[in-house]
């Protein structure tokens, strides 16, 4: 319960506007048992309302629970900023897609990506490497960083026929990056009449590219 008596300026009163908390901005007696008052609600929005001896029982002063207050405890406002820093810190990783990849990369594989390929701009590089070494993890890692980066946007590969579903696959299970794979169907079904125009993230085979 506030009286009548107690609405000063500035003060924090919920009762005026429903069970909005609003803050006044001036008032003014009428008589003894009425007051006028000029409040802003939670949207500023300025308001006007007279309030007399009877609405004194749904009107109190609000001390908790404001949008605008800064009375919430310090730890658990630290906490909630730390929670919110970690899920960002991850635009901030210097390697991306090793920690958001399916994928444990060896110290040549990451030499490789991060010291001799992503520093070049633009990227002309040669990755030629011993079987086994694990070039397609090299190239997934490349990819899905540029993809992550936004430097990249428009990937095609070319691999040999009995490879192509390999990539694919890799990719997705991998580096959860779909792949398109070209073929003579989908460039005569396609709506423009040229698939490669038509996705940007495609793999076609190497036999395919060489009869023009």
């Known amino acids: 319960m506030l009286k009548l008596e107690d609405i000063k300026k500035d003060a924090q009163i919920k009762g005026i506007k429903g069970e909005e908390i609003v803050r006044i901005v001036q008032f003014e007696p009428v008589g003894e048992n009425a007051v006028t008052v000029y409040f802003k609600d939670s949207k500023g929005n300025l ?3 007279m309030l007399f001896r009877g609405d004194e029982m749904r009107m109190e002063l609000a001390t908790v629970g404001r949008p605008w207050a800064f009375d919430a405890p310090g730890a658990d406002f630290k906490l909630g900023l730390e929670a919110y820093r970690i899920t960002q810190a991850a635009m901030f990783d210097p390697m991306m897609a090793v920690h958001t990849s399916n994928v444990e990369p060896l110290p040549h594989q990451i030499s490789a990506v991060y010291e001799s390929m992503l520093p070049k701009q633009p990227l ?7 079987p086994g070494a694990g070039k397609t993890i090299m190239a997934g890692l490349l ?4 993809l992550m980066r936004a430097d990249a946007k428009r990937i095609l590969i070319v691999s040999p026929g ?3 579903e390999q990539w694919q696959d890799e990719l997705l299970e991998k580096f959860g990056v779909i792949f398109e794979i070209f073929s003579r169907e989908k460039q005569e079904q396609c709506a423009s009449g040229n698939y490669f125009d038509e ?3 495609l793999i076609c085979r190497l036999d395919q590219l060489s009869r023009k």
């Not at 002309?124 to 011993?130: M, P, S």
């Open 47 to 49: 308001g006007e309302q």
């Open 124 to 130: 002309r590089y040669v990755l030629a490497d011993d």
């Open 143 to 146: 990819i899905r960083e540029l």
């Open 162 to 164: 009995s490879l192509t």
């Open 199 to 201: 996705t940007d993230k």
